[in-house]
């Protein structure tokens, strides 16, 4: 399954909200500086969804595409 993902970092709190069914907005805690943001992102989506997250693109934008494995 693929979802876009828009970033909003340096956040007080870490949160997840659905915009629509492709499409999540997160807020990190961490700052977009050597690659710390990413980092939480797939820790906070691994939590998140039970299974494992790898960033497809927008490496250094905060809009990505992640995808998250089908199987366990």
Do not use: C, H, R
């Amino acid at each position: 399954m693929k979802k876009n993902i828009i970033v909003k970092t340096n956040s007080k709190e870490t949160k997840i909200e659905s915009v629509d069914d492709k499409t999540l907005k997160v807020w990190l805690k961490s700052l977009p500086i050597e690659n710390k943001a990413n980092q939480e992102l797939t820790k906070v989506l691994k939590k998140f969804y039970k299974k494992d997250v790898k960033i497809l693109k927008g490496f250094s934008s905060k809009n990505k595409l992640v995808e998250i494995e089908d199987g366990n």
